[in-house]
Protein backbone atom coordinates (compact mmCIF):
# COMPACT_ATOMS: atom_id res chain seq x y z
CA UNK A 1 0.00 0.00 0.00
CA UNK A 2 1.28 3.49 -1.05
CA UNK A 3 0.06 6.60 -0.14
CA UNK A 4 -3.47 5.05 0.71
CA UNK A 5 -3.34 2.99 -3.49
CA UNK A 6 -3.83 -0.67 -2.44
CA UNK A 7 -2.48 -2.49 -5.75
CA UNK A 8 -3.10 -5.87 -5.21
CA UNK A 9 -6.27 -5.75 -3.92
CA UNK A 10 -9.67 -6.80 -6.18
CA UNK A 11 -6.75 -7.92 -8.84
CA UNK A 12 -8.25 -10.17 -11.67
CA UNK A 13 -4.27 -11.58 -11.53
CA UNK A 14 -5.30 -12.47 -7.80
CA UNK A 15 -9.10 -14.07 -8.65
CA UNK A 16 -6.93 -16.20 -10.77
CA UNK A 17 -4.80 -17.60 -8.36
CA UNK A 18 -7.19 -17.54 -5.84
CA UNK A 19 -9.33 -19.92 -8.37
CA UNK A 20 -6.90 -22.14 -9.05
CA UNK A 21 -5.84 -22.39 -5.63
CA UNK A 22 -9.58 -24.26 -4.65
CA UNK A 23 -9.58 -26.18 -7.98
CA UNK A 24 -6.53 -28.02 -6.65
CA UNK A 25 -8.09 -27.90 -3.50
CA UNK A 26 -10.84 -30.04 -4.74
CA UNK A 27 -9.10 -32.18 -7.04
CA UNK A 28 -6.99 -33.45 -3.68
CA UNK A 29 -9.99 -33.91 -1.91
CA UNK A 30 -11.44 -35.68 -4.54
CA UNK A 31 -8.42 -38.09 -4.60
CA UNK A 32 -7.92 -38.04 -1.23
CA UNK A 33 -11.65 -39.29 -1.44
CA UNK A 34 -11.68 -42.32 -3.68
CA UNK A 35 -12.82 -45.60 -1.95
CA UNK A 36 -14.84 -43.50 0.27
CA UNK A 37 -18.53 -42.92 0.96
CA UNK A 38 -17.55 -39.28 0.31
CA UNK A 39 -18.87 -37.34 -2.70
CA UNK A 40 -16.95 -34.00 -3.70
CA UNK A 41 -20.05 -32.75 -5.45
CA UNK A 42 -21.44 -30.10 -2.85
CA UNK A 43 -18.11 -28.71 -1.90
CA UNK A 44 -17.26 -28.40 -5.76
CA UNK A 45 -20.51 -26.28 -5.93
CA UNK A 46 -20.15 -24.06 -3.17
CA UNK A 47 -16.58 -23.48 -4.23
CA UNK A 48 -17.83 -22.65 -7.96
CA UNK A 49 -20.35 -20.24 -6.12
CA UNK A 50 -17.30 -18.77 -3.85
CA UNK A 51 -15.10 -18.06 -7.33
CA UNK A 52 -18.35 -16.71 -9.18
CA UNK A 53 -19.26 -14.21 -6.54
CA UNK A 54 -15.62 -13.04 -5.99
CA UNK A 55 -15.14 -12.71 -10.00
CA UNK A 56 -18.44 -10.43 -10.29
CA UNK A 57 -16.99 -8.47 -7.09
CA UNK A 58 -13.42 -8.42 -8.96
CA UNK A 59 -14.57 -7.44 -12.80
CA UNK A 60 -17.48 -5.44 -12.01
CA UNK A 61 -15.38 -2.44 -11.10
CA UNK A 62 -17.10 -1.04 -8.45
CA UNK A 63 -14.95 -0.99 -5.50
CA UNK A 64 -12.64 1.75 -6.28
CA UNK A 65 -11.91 2.84 -2.92
CA UNK A 66 -8.96 1.64 -1.67
CA UNK A 67 -10.02 0.86 1.87
CA UNK A 68 -13.42 -1.13 0.32
CA UNK A 69 -11.07 -2.78 -2.39
CA UNK A 70 -8.95 -4.29 1.13
CA UNK A 71 -11.76 -5.01 3.24
CA UNK A 72 -13.25 -7.17 0.12
CA UNK A 73 -9.95 -9.04 -0.24
CA UNK A 74 -10.12 -10.01 2.85
CA UNK A 75 -13.32 -11.09 2.73
CA UNK A 76 -12.84 -13.22 0.21
CA UNK A 77 -9.39 -14.95 1.34
CA UNK A 78 -11.32 -15.28 5.13
CA UNK A 79 -13.96 -17.23 2.87
CA UNK A 80 -11.13 -19.33 0.74
CA UNK A 81 -9.82 -20.44 3.98
CA UNK A 82 -13.28 -21.12 5.92
CA UNK A 83 -13.83 -23.45 2.16
CA UNK A 84 -10.51 -25.05 2.33
CA UNK A 85 -11.33 -26.00 5.85
CA UNK A 86 -14.92 -27.36 5.42
CA UNK A 87 -13.78 -29.36 2.58
CA UNK A 88 -10.98 -30.81 4.63
CA UNK A 89 -13.44 -31.59 7.15
CA UNK A 90 -16.18 -32.85 4.56
CA UNK A 91 -13.69 -35.39 3.38
CA UNK A 92 -12.22 -36.19 6.83
CA UNK A 93 -8.40 -35.18 5.29
CA UNK A 94 -7.79 -32.93 8.33
CA UNK A 95 -3.87 -33.15 7.77
CA UNK A 96 -3.44 -34.16 4.40
CA UNK A 97 -2.77 -32.19 1.14
CA UNK A 98 -6.16 -30.82 1.30
CA UNK A 99 -5.24 -28.27 3.86
CA UNK A 100 -2.35 -27.15 2.31
CA UNK A 101 -4.88 -24.83 0.53
CA UNK A 102 -5.13 -22.21 3.14
CA UNK A 103 -1.06 -21.53 2.58
CA UNK A 104 -2.34 -19.47 -0.55
CA UNK A 105 -4.88 -17.00 0.85
CA UNK A 106 -3.12 -16.28 3.60
CA UNK A 107 0.45 -15.51 1.25
CA UNK A 108 -2.16 -13.33 -0.02
CA UNK A 109 -2.95 -11.74 3.28
CA UNK A 110 0.55 -11.25 4.57
CA UNK A 111 1.20 -9.41 0.87
CA UNK A 112 -1.80 -7.08 1.47
CA UNK A 113 -2.04 -6.69 5.61
CA UNK A 114 1.65 -7.93 7.17
CA UNK A 115 3.38 -10.78 8.01
CA UNK A 116 1.36 -11.39 11.25
CA UNK A 117 -1.99 -10.98 9.96
CA UNK A 118 -0.68 -13.81 7.03
CA UNK A 119 1.09 -15.94 9.83
CA UNK A 120 -2.25 -15.81 11.95
CA UNK A 121 -4.41 -16.78 8.80
CA UNK A 122 -2.39 -19.86 8.55
CA UNK A 123 -1.78 -20.90 12.06
CA UNK A 124 -5.60 -20.55 12.73
CA UNK A 125 -6.96 -23.48 10.59
CA UNK A 126 -3.66 -25.29 11.47
CA UNK A 127 -4.27 -24.93 15.06
CA UNK A 128 -8.34 -26.47 14.18
CA UNK A 129 -7.02 -29.23 12.40
CA UNK A 130 -4.65 -30.16 15.61
CA UNK A 131 -7.23 -29.59 17.55
CA UNK A 132 -9.75 -32.61 15.69
CA UNK A 133 -6.57 -34.90 15.42
CA UNK A 134 -5.71 -34.46 19.61
CA UNK A 135 -9.68 -35.05 19.83
CA UNK A 136 -10.51 -37.69 17.33
CA UNK A 137 -7.37 -39.55 16.95
CA UNK A 138 -4.73 -40.97 19.56
CA UNK A 139 -4.56 -38.48 21.91
CA UNK A 140 -0.74 -37.34 22.83
CA UNK A 141 -0.49 -39.39 25.52
CA UNK A 142 -1.58 -42.82 23.25
CA UNK A 143 1.50 -41.45 21.07
CA UNK A 144 3.53 -38.94 22.03
CA UNK A 145 5.27 -37.36 19.32
CA UNK A 146 1.73 -36.62 18.12
CA UNK A 147 1.92 -33.11 20.21
CA UNK A 148 5.30 -32.41 18.51
CA UNK A 149 4.38 -32.93 15.29
CA UNK A 150 1.07 -30.80 15.59
CA UNK A 151 3.23 -27.85 16.55
CA UNK A 152 6.11 -28.59 13.94
CA UNK A 153 3.13 -28.03 11.50
CA UNK A 154 1.55 -25.05 12.87
CA UNK A 155 5.18 -23.75 13.13
CA UNK A 156 5.74 -24.63 9.12
CA UNK A 157 2.25 -23.27 8.09
CA UNK A 158 2.84 -20.06 9.98
CA UNK A 159 6.49 -19.60 7.87
CA UNK A 160 5.46 -18.99 4.42
CA UNK A 161 2.98 -16.56 5.01
CA UNK A 162 5.41 -14.94 7.21
CA UNK A 163 8.09 -15.26 5.26
CA UNK A 164 6.03 -13.18 2.13
CA UNK A 165 5.07 -10.59 4.44
CA UNK A 166 8.37 -9.53 5.61
CA UNK A 167 9.96 -9.80 2.04
CA UNK A 168 7.84 -7.94 0.87
CA UNK A 169 8.55 -5.05 3.60
CA UNK A 170 11.92 -4.18 1.51
CA UNK A 171 10.66 -4.03 -1.85
CA UNK A 172 7.23 -1.72 -0.39
CA UNK A 173 9.62 0.59 1.51
CA UNK A 174 11.62 0.66 -2.16
CA UNK A 175 8.45 1.80 -4.02
CA UNK A 176 7.01 4.15 -1.49
CA UNK A 177 10.30 6.03 -1.39
CA UNK A 178 10.55 6.26 -5.69
CA UNK A 179 6.55 7.78 -5.01
CA UNK A 180 7.63 10.00 -2.56
CA UNK A 181 10.65 11.42 -4.62
CA UNK A 182 8.70 11.85 -7.73
CA UNK A 183 5.33 13.45 -6.38
CA UNK A 184 7.28 15.52 -4.29
CA UNK A 185 9.43 16.58 -7.39
CA UNK A 186 6.04 16.89 -9.53
CA UNK A 187 4.07 19.21 -6.82
CA UNK A 188 7.04 21.25 -5.98
CA UNK A 189 7.17 21.99 -10.13
CA UNK A 190 3.29 22.60 -9.88
CA UNK A 191 3.10 24.47 -6.95
CA UNK A 192 6.33 26.77 -8.10
CA UNK A 193 4.54 27.15 -11.26
CA UNK A 194 1.49 28.26 -10.21
CA UNK A 195 2.61 30.80 -7.52
CA UNK A 196 4.75 31.95 -10.91
CA UNK A 197 1.13 32.51 -12.42
CA UNK A 198 -0.43 34.36 -9.97
CA UNK A 199 2.78 36.83 -8.83
CA UNK A 200 2.96 37.32 -12.28
CA UNK A 201 -0.55 37.95 -12.81
CA UNK A 202 -0.50 40.81 -9.56
CA UNK A 203 3.00 42.40 -10.63
CA UNK A 204 1.39 43.12 -13.85
CA UNK A 205 -1.66 44.68 -11.97
CA UNK A 206 0.33 46.60 -9.77
CA UNK A 207 2.44 47.62 -13.39
CA UNK A 208 -0.82 48.87 -14.52
CA UNK A 209 -2.08 50.40 -10.99
CA UNK A 210 1.17 52.35 -10.60
CA UNK A 211 1.28 54.18 -14.64
CA UNK A 212 -2.76 54.88 -13.99
CA UNK A 213 -1.93 56.22 -11.00
CA UNK A 214 1.59 58.44 -12.95
CA UNK A 215 -0.69 59.24 -15.52
CA UNK A 216 -3.38 61.28 -12.71
CA UNK A 217 -0.39 62.61 -10.84
CA UNK A 218 0.64 64.65 -13.96
CA UNK A 219 -2.85 65.66 -14.93
CA UNK A 220 -4.03 69.38 -13.23
CA UNK A 221 -4.51 69.17 -9.57
CA UNK A 222 -6.89 71.72 -8.59
CA UNK A 223 -7.66 70.30 -5.41
CA UNK A 224 -4.41 69.81 -3.34
CA UNK A 225 -6.22 66.77 -1.25
CA UNK A 226 -6.70 65.05 -4.31
CA UNK A 227 -3.28 65.11 -5.63
CA UNK A 228 -1.98 63.88 -1.99
CA UNK A 229 -3.87 61.25 -2.31
CA UNK A 230 -2.98 60.70 -6.18
CA UNK A 231 0.49 60.23 -4.87
CA UNK A 232 0.13 58.37 -2.03
CA UNK A 233 -1.52 56.01 -3.87
CA UNK A 234 1.47 55.56 -6.86
CA UNK A 235 3.88 55.28 -3.83
CA UNK A 236 1.72 51.89 -2.38
CA UNK A 237 1.18 50.65 -5.98
CA UNK A 238 5.85 51.49 -6.76
CA UNK A 239 6.27 49.57 -3.36
CA UNK A 240 4.11 46.90 -4.09
CA UNK A 241 5.70 46.03 -7.52
CA UNK A 242 9.08 45.89 -6.06
CA UNK A 243 8.09 43.57 -3.18
CA UNK A 244 6.84 41.50 -5.82
CA UNK A 245 9.58 41.67 -7.66
CA UNK A 246 11.67 40.64 -5.23
CA UNK A 247 9.53 37.73 -4.65
CA UNK A 248 9.26 36.61 -8.57
CA UNK A 249 13.40 37.40 -8.66
CA UNK A 250 15.49 38.51 -11.49
CA UNK A 251 13.30 35.55 -13.23
CA UNK A 252 9.94 34.79 -14.38
CA UNK A 253 8.61 31.81 -15.73
CA UNK A 254 6.95 33.05 -18.14
CA UNK A 255 8.42 36.33 -18.88
CA UNK A 256 12.21 35.53 -18.84
CA UNK A 257 13.61 32.88 -21.01
CA UNK A 258 15.30 30.15 -19.58
CA UNK A 259 18.52 29.05 -20.84
CA UNK A 260 18.95 27.17 -23.61
CA UNK A 261 18.99 23.30 -23.48
CA UNK A 262 22.90 22.57 -24.26
CA UNK A 263 22.10 19.45 -26.35
CA UNK A 264 19.39 17.86 -28.44
CA UNK A 265 17.38 15.70 -26.88
CA UNK A 266 16.09 12.27 -27.22
CA UNK A 267 12.49 12.11 -27.48
CA UNK A 268 11.79 8.44 -27.17
CA UNK A 269 14.46 7.84 -24.58
CA UNK A 270 12.92 10.41 -22.60
CA UNK A 271 9.48 8.77 -23.02
CA UNK A 272 11.12 5.49 -21.93
CA UNK A 273 12.69 7.20 -19.12
CA UNK A 274 9.44 8.81 -17.63
CA UNK A 275 7.43 5.08 -18.00
CA UNK A 276 10.00 3.52 -16.07
CA UNK A 277 9.97 5.90 -13.00
CA UNK A 278 6.08 6.05 -13.29
CA UNK A 279 6.20 2.13 -13.20
CA UNK A 280 7.75 1.80 -10.75
CA UNK A 281 6.20 4.62 -8.50
CA UNK A 282 2.87 4.23 -9.48
CA UNK A 283 1.88 1.17 -11.51
CA UNK A 284 0.67 -1.65 -10.18
CA UNK A 285 0.74 -5.42 -11.16
CA UNK A 286 -2.67 -5.05 -13.10
CA UNK A 287 -1.68 -2.26 -15.44
CA UNK A 288 -0.15 -3.01 -18.83
CA UNK A 289 2.17 -0.23 -20.50
CA UNK A 290 2.69 -0.37 -24.32
CA UNK A 291 4.80 2.07 -26.40
CA UNK A 292 4.80 2.52 -29.91
CA UNK A 293 6.73 4.71 -32.32
CA UNK A 294 4.83 5.43 -35.37
CA UNK A 295 7.56 7.99 -36.72
CA UNK A 296 10.92 8.64 -35.16
CA UNK A 297 10.68 12.16 -34.41
CA UNK A 298 14.43 13.67 -34.92
CA UNK A 299 15.77 15.41 -31.92
CA UNK A 300 14.19 17.60 -29.96
CA UNK A 301 15.82 21.36 -29.41
CA UNK A 302 13.62 22.34 -25.99
CA UNK A 303 13.28 23.02 -22.55
CA UNK A 304 13.99 18.98 -21.01
CA UNK A 305 11.98 19.94 -18.07
CA UNK A 306 8.85 21.62 -18.99
CA UNK A 307 8.13 18.16 -21.18
CA UNK A 308 9.32 15.78 -18.61
CA UNK A 309 6.82 17.45 -15.89
CA UNK A 310 4.20 17.19 -18.24
CA UNK A 311 4.52 13.67 -19.32
CA UNK A 312 5.16 12.47 -15.86
CA UNK A 313 2.05 14.36 -14.72
CA UNK A 314 -0.21 12.73 -17.57
CA UNK A 315 1.07 9.41 -16.66
CA UNK A 316 0.53 9.51 -13.25
CA UNK A 317 -3.18 10.50 -13.56
CA UNK A 318 -3.34 7.65 -16.49
CA UNK A 319 -1.64 5.18 -14.11
CA UNK A 320 -3.83 5.82 -11.15
CA UNK A 321 -6.79 5.77 -13.29
CA UNK A 322 -6.50 2.26 -13.93
CA UNK A 323 -5.38 1.24 -10.66
CA UNK A 324 -8.30 2.30 -9.21
CA UNK A 325 -10.34 -0.15 -11.64
CA UNK A 326 -8.23 -2.63 -10.55
CA UNK A 327 -6.27 -2.88 -13.49
CA UNK A 328 -5.91 -1.66 -17.24
CA UNK A 329 -3.91 -0.28 -19.99
CA UNK A 330 -2.03 2.54 -20.67
CA UNK A 331 -0.56 2.99 -24.36
CA UNK A 332 1.83 5.58 -25.43
CA UNK A 333 2.29 6.87 -28.88
CA UNK A 334 5.36 8.88 -30.17
CA UNK A 335 4.95 10.24 -33.32
CA UNK A 336 6.12 13.58 -35.74
CA UNK A 337 3.43 15.77 -37.03
CA UNK A 338 4.98 18.86 -39.10
CA UNK A 339 7.26 20.56 -36.62
CA UNK A 340 6.26 19.26 -33.70
CA UNK A 341 6.32 15.81 -32.41
CA UNK A 342 3.53 14.24 -30.64
CA UNK A 343 3.33 12.17 -27.44
CA UNK A 344 -0.70 10.54 -27.07
CA UNK A 345 -0.87 8.86 -23.42
CA UNK A 346 -4.35 6.97 -23.68
CA UNK A 347 -5.81 4.85 -20.90
CA UNK A 348 -8.81 2.21 -20.33
CA UNK A 349 -8.95 3.97 -16.91
CA UNK A 350 -12.97 4.71 -16.58
CA UNK A 351 -12.87 8.30 -18.49
CA UNK A 352 -13.76 11.61 -17.95
CA UNK A 353 -17.47 12.59 -16.46
CA UNK A 354 -19.11 16.11 -18.65
CA UNK A 355 -19.56 17.12 -15.37
CA UNK A 356 -15.29 16.86 -14.92
CA UNK A 357 -14.14 17.61 -18.79
CA UNK A 358 -15.24 21.52 -17.88
CA UNK A 359 -13.42 21.78 -15.32
CA UNK A 360 -10.09 19.16 -15.78
CA UNK A 361 -7.58 22.45 -16.78
CA UNK A 362 -9.05 24.27 -13.23
CA UNK A 363 -5.92 24.58 -10.75
CA UNK A 364 -6.94 22.42 -7.94
CA UNK A 365 -9.38 20.92 -9.43
CA UNK A 366 -9.49 16.92 -9.24
CA UNK A 367 -11.68 14.43 -11.47
CA UNK A 368 -10.29 11.44 -9.11
CA UNK A 369 -12.18 11.44 -5.62
CA UNK A 370 -10.14 10.91 -2.75
CA UNK A 371 -6.89 11.46 -4.90
CA UNK A 372 -4.03 12.54 -2.72
CA UNK A 373 -2.88 15.10 -6.07
CA UNK A 374 -3.11 19.01 -5.67
CA UNK A 375 -5.34 18.78 -8.38
CA UNK A 376 -2.74 20.93 -10.30
CA UNK A 377 -1.53 18.44 -12.65
CA UNK A 378 -3.15 18.77 -15.61
CA UNK A 379 -3.34 22.70 -15.77
CA UNK A 380 0.36 23.08 -14.70
CA UNK A 381 1.53 20.16 -17.18
CA UNK A 382 -0.76 22.27 -20.42
CA UNK A 383 1.17 25.74 -18.94
CA UNK A 384 5.18 23.82 -18.89
CA UNK A 385 4.47 22.67 -22.43
CA UNK A 386 2.42 26.17 -23.61
CA UNK A 387 6.15 28.20 -22.10
CA UNK A 388 8.25 26.37 -24.95
CA UNK A 389 5.60 26.80 -27.48
CA UNK A 390 3.60 23.86 -27.81
CA UNK A 391 0.12 22.59 -26.14
CA UNK A 392 -2.10 19.63 -24.16
CA UNK A 393 -4.52 18.60 -24.91
CA UNK A 394 -7.46 16.01 -23.18
CA UNK A 395 -10.06 14.07 -25.01
CA UNK A 396 -12.31 11.80 -23.16
CA UNK A 397 -15.15 9.04 -24.28
CA UNK A 398 -16.73 5.80 -23.77
CA UNK A 399 -14.19 4.97 -20.37
CA UNK A 400 -11.20 5.91 -22.30
CA UNK A 401 -8.97 9.20 -22.09
CA UNK A 402 -6.23 10.01 -24.21
CA UNK A 403 -3.86 13.36 -23.28
CA UNK A 404 -2.44 14.87 -26.44
CA UNK A 405 1.20 16.49 -25.58
CA UNK A 406 2.75 18.72 -28.20
CA UNK A 407 6.52 19.51 -28.40
CA UNK A 408 7.54 21.95 -30.97
CA UNK A 409 10.51 20.16 -32.80
CA UNK A 410 12.79 23.57 -32.00
CA UNK A 411 12.02 25.94 -28.83
CA UNK A 412 8.54 28.45 -30.00
CA UNK A 413 7.81 31.46 -28.48
CA UNK A 414 5.56 30.72 -25.34
CA UNK A 415 1.97 30.49 -26.07
CA UNK A 416 -0.37 32.63 -23.80
CA UNK A 417 -3.70 31.81 -23.68
CA UNK A 418 -6.53 34.77 -23.70
CA UNK A 419 -8.36 33.84 -20.31
CA UNK A 420 -4.68 34.01 -19.00
CA UNK A 421 -3.23 36.84 -20.48
CA UNK A 422 -4.08 39.90 -17.60
CA UNK A 423 -4.45 42.38 -20.82
CA UNK A 424 -7.79 40.03 -21.84
CA UNK A 425 -10.66 42.04 -20.66
CA UNK A 426 -8.92 45.36 -21.59
CA UNK A 427 -8.83 43.60 -25.37
CA UNK A 428 -12.52 43.03 -24.97
CA UNK A 429 -13.38 46.08 -24.50
CA UNK A 430 -11.44 47.90 -27.33
CA UNK A 431 -13.05 45.43 -29.74
CA UNK A 432 -16.56 46.43 -28.25
Given at each position: ??????????????????????????????????????????????????????????????????????????????????????????????????????????????????????????????????????????????????????????????????????????????????????????????????????????????????????????????????????????????????????????????????????????????????????????????VQVSVLVQSAPPPVHSERRSIE????????????????????????????????????????????????????????????????????????????????????????????????????????????????????????????
Amino acid sequence: MIFGYTWRAMNPALWALRAVNLLLVLAAAFLGARGKAVSVAVPALAAAAAVAASAAAVFSGKFRDAKARRLALGAFCGADILLVMWVAQWTQQWAGVVDLGVLAPAVVLALEFGPAAGALASVVPAAFTAFLLATLGPGPGENPELLWTLGVRGLLFALPPAAAGLALAPARARSAAVARGTLARLRAAQIGEYLSYALFQLRDYAITISSVAEAIALAPKDDPRQAERVERLRKAAGELGVKLSRVLGDQSALTTARPPTPAALDLAALVSSCIDECREAFAPDGVQVSVLVQSAPPPVHSERRSIELALLAVLQNSFEACAARGGGAVTVLLRREGANAEIEVSDDGGGVSETDKATMFEPFVSARRGSHGLGLGLSMSRRFLERIGGGLRIKSKGGYTAALLVVPLERELPKIRLEDSTWAGRRAEQRS
